[in-house]
């Protein structure tokens, strides 16, 4: 393979107001890496012609599946497509690329249902096409350590997980500003069955599949709305049993005044612990029984062979959401790499489809058992 | 009344490994107003008489229901008595105090069952006596500063309500090492129905009622016991209904390895936030809606009238549990004073035992609850 | 010896507004090990007397001349006593006490002049009697464990020490709102050759001796008065070289708006470092070369047996300001004991008279830069 | 001005091990304004032209003699130069820079002496050209805010500036290793007069200019050599008198072990502070008199007019040291859209080459004083 970048298409991403397209457009330049290639970037033809020139891709399309089958009959067709519009788009997006031959990576939720992400399951195995779902937390180098520490068994055996997503944004009804992340966000015909566990539920859940290394089999759940007028939940508490028998709690709220967006987890095992929270997100805890606490700094401490690359600066010199957000692209880049033969180190094994549709399948069931005045209640199993 | 110092009972507290005797007596003796005037504070008369008199009381006695009908007939009788047995013995100290005149001072949880609750609470209403239960927490300054701003609606309208504590120390099988902490602690006859609860639960859910100003209603609730051989949970996780239509989390556990007694909480209001952690107890975090977040630290900033005389040092000299239990104590004091005539400062409105009683209503729902696989089980009212 | 409490006097500490008296007494009785003995409280004869009695101590006396002679006298004669008053009559006081056979726990700075600190030292040295110096801080667990772990040469050679602390409560002139603690800080008459060196100088300096075990050969000092009208610094910035060949840096301030009581420490050797601070009291920093950062924290990992009984509660339980002190307590005490040929463990080297008088001679040098301009000036040897 | 990316220029930044080059790379791309036109990147012709193909720059060159010279031929001309050599080459490239009608961004220190950096002075000024030196803390926001606050007044007269900057990484023979890193900046040749002044004592310095808006006017400092066999200082004690009157102290080392890059400030006004650590780099302290302490949190609270466009994230989505670095590119960015009549936001005052020239004043006035034992220095006017 030649010294190329790699070239990337966007889906959803334009236009003001719009929140994610920026940080996936950083993520994907500044690793000097990748190139904005193919974008079809808002709602309306004339508007994502118009916003591919201004934000420099080289190729613009006035809607995703355009794109999707023109770019596939070129050349030098774009190697994966970044999808970052509201979840409901989300399904048809990814399934017209890998149709079309082309890599995913997808914002979370993955879908608006479990039945639409076991879709997209079947497809990427089918097709042996690279998928990440931006569970982008997992992109954060001391989340990876944490992942790391209890795959080796630094902490035992894992008794319980709390993950946790605190934010306060929506306390008010920020819908009525005209916000427009707020406005689709409670809307559950773009946003899916649950508002405050799919926008931000899904992250916290993620910690107990990618830091434990476990999953949910049955959940406990109650959804609450707390601001008056509100369809979907805007606080999601779960109880969860897992798979080794261990517990785990998964709470996400947006009326949590004050709070930014204080994502964290703690994983308690028979013989540690480790703790991570965003509030102080260069750091990781860790307590390894008989020990002092010990506090993991990034580029402090030598991190494990698995994670090179995934960092960029030396120690004391923060890293931050942006480069999260770079390594999940690094994984999918790395992939496609490998796939085209080309010597690359492994991608590191961050979330992919079968994630995100663990994601959903946790979604719904939470919704089930809070409906049942939180029966317990199984959680589909999607691998 | 003349000029003197208070005078004080005590039952329970003696014998090496007994942890709550000991800060007991420092809160007794710190600020100079009180004294250890009468003790019963083992098990055998003999070790009893011994204990008084190694610990400087100023009489011994055998047993506790002798020296309640002792004091009873001394002119210079104990004007309350602190209890620190284990639990079991708690109902049947209190009683016999309150029949003999004398206040109490109890440790937490009040009594092993509600009903024996229930009873304290008829007899302290019937003889108007003093009763305050050691939910020691409530004395430290920024947990009742807290109460205050909610009070006073700094924070608006309670939606939530967050309350912790988890400790590491019964993560293995601490009991089989002797220690007298954890023996009696795992045994149901000595604890009673929940052990993780009981123990540290209700520390807990006290932040609920002292310091949002609310009461659980219905809960649903899990306990679970991993440490195996162990008959009592040693993690408790309860979900409330409050109320006021409001939701709280409540959640001790003994097994989060590496976790001191890093006890907390949150109240969300519609307007603001106040949170605390012990880990940084002397620091009361508080967000009001459209401002920064403000830190409040012991000594920065002025106290409530209502506070006055509950700290004793300068700003950042910190004090701690000693001096919250010391609180606990000159509340007692203070009420004993102004029923004797003596114009003293009011006494901040520490719990007492009804709050003692909502305790364990809160702890056999939670008990009835788990046992249900986590039906909403309705919190008995206790007032 | 029989089983007593020991008798501690007190010379100074009473009347409204004055912030020592207080925490000494709780100090004395917080371990039940001690009693209020004999108090010369106030200025005037009729005042101390009341006083006396006010604050339940066994005999008043109407000044510490007196006191010292007249309990020389008796069986049962005060073991030591503790001296609270401004720094001026520090001298008389611990003279006259030592005179008449008795052990001195006395505050810092411990005179006006290095000179009369000097003769203190002679006569403590003649008489063999044990003397404290209430530099508090070094009463605090985590400052004694950092130096546990110095002495024991977990950090290696000692290249650096920075010791701080700023206060802000003098940043105006409040001196002039009548407020005793600050009338005398800022009278040269009452407070000696530095104002804000002399008060809390001396306590960082004392961390360069107590933590690292070395001392000041020579400094540089600049000493400010940044409020207007006010004769002493308020503002003391040293650098030192050290007797190892290393540096320090010794800084204090009483106009850094905002700061309470944030003193602190950074020991920084060739293999390692250990750092505290008042802010994060219950926990010690510590870094070994090659290993995560280390947080010792209160209860949570065991202490060296030098240490045991210099803590009183359960991991997670703070501690303070009050249990320092009454660790120096303890250390005279058992100082006592020992001579007196009871069984007793022994006392942690907590500074004594030797260490005033160094305190003495870094201040007299630092003054004597500082009106240099900052020349380098020897720091008389004090051994 | 048609719809473009501004055209970079890069000296320097190539090569393995170098440290700087990757991140200005990472700058300048991240908010997709700008490309990487021409690169000059290494020592050796043949080196430099193949980093530029491997690194994707447009167009590559043997020197940066011939860069800027071939450059200022063309139509379509780099805007700017982005110089991230060693210290000794900053000078002549900047200058062949400037001749050649090419605006700058300039690594620190600005220049090897104070005669070269005041020569650049004279020629930006003669020129017009725009010119940025990258004490890249300050392109964080919570720095930037800090400045807005002082400026604005809300902490009063400025009293006294803290700025220290611990480092870790040289308190062993590191340069031994062959690390690229360390052994230039330990060579005065390519370093300077000062090792860890140069280094990173200037960022410290910089915290006085550009937050507390003054300069030093006299200096007594003490750099100390704590690694044997190293000519430069590795620890840098400034104390400085202000043009206002105050005090500051600069501290920065490279030999305390543990420290990653623990940059900070503290400004003290009459009135209130800020302060800020790198260690917590997304909040800002700032404590007003009366009121409690307040912490700004990046994304937490609005940001004045002036920073509009310095941050990229909503609240608690870290942003670090990349995008503090693009916020120096940006303000030169602006700079040249302005220039070029473009209607663009106001660029923020981040430094330009008379605060690189100040740094070097100050580095040369402590490197003299140093020299005399501390005798107070003048710092050379710049402006």
């Known amino acids: ?32 890496t990748a190139e904005l290639t193919a974008g079809a970037l808002r709602s309306t033809k004339e508007g994502s012609l118009a916003e591919a020139e201004r934000l420099f891709f080289k190729r613009g399309y006035g809607d995703f599946a355009t794109m999707m089958t023109e770019e596939a009959k070129l050349a030098d067709k774009i190697d994966y497509v970044t999808i970052v519009t509201p979840n409901d788009s989300h399904y048809a997006a990814a399934k017209a690329a890998l149709e079309n031959g082309i890599g995913v990576l997808c914002e979370k939720p993955l879908t608006l249902t479990l039945e639409e992400s076991l879709d997209l399951v079947r497809l990427t195995k089918s097709t042996g096409l690279p998928f990440i779902v931006a569970y982008t937390y997992t992109g954060l180098p001391m989340v990876m350590l944490a992942r790391e520490m209890v795959s080796q068994g630094d902490i035992g055996e894992i008794r319980k997980v709390e993950a946790w997503y605190p934010q306060g944004w929506l306390a008010d009804r920020t819908e009525d500003s005209g916000l427009q992340q707020a406005t689709w966000r409670v809307d559950p015909k773009k946003s899916g069955a649950s508002g405050c566990g799919g926008d931000i539920g899904t992250h916290a859940y993620e910690f107990v599949r990618f830091v434990a290394g476990l999953s949910a089999t049955e959940v406990s759940a109650r959804l609450t709305t707390f601001v008056s007028g509100r369809v979907l939940d805007d606080d999601f508490t779960v109880l969860a049993r897992l ?112 994630d995100g549709a663990a994601g959903m399948a946790f979604i719904e069931a939470a919704v089930a058992s809070s409906h049942a005045s939180g029966a317990w209640t199984a959680v589909a199993g999607v691998d």
Request: net charge positive; with cysteine.
């Open 243 to 354: 798979c080794n028998g261990g517990t785990a709690t998964v709470s996400a709220s947006q009326v949590t005044v004050g709070a930014l967006n204080d994502v964290g987890f703690k994983v308690i095992g028979t013989k540690g612990r480790v703790e991570w929270s965003m509030t102080d997100h260069l750091n990781l805890q860790v307590y390894r029984s008989g020990q002092p606490l010990q506090v993991y700094r990034l580029g402090g401490d030598p991190l494990p062979d698995s994670m090179a690359g995934y960092t960029r600066l030396p120690g004391g010199h923060p890293e931050g959401f942006h480069e999260a957000l770079a390594n999940l692209h690094k994984s999918i880049q790395r992939q496609i790499l490998a796939r085209a033969g080309e010597a690359t180190p492994a991608a590191y094994p961050h979330p992919g489809v079968v």
């Open 1 to 32: 393979m030649a010294h190329r970048k790699l070239r990337v298409g966007m889906v959803g991403g334009g236009g003001p107001g719009n929140f994610f397209g920026g940080p996936h457009r950083t993520a994907i330049l500044m690793d000097n």
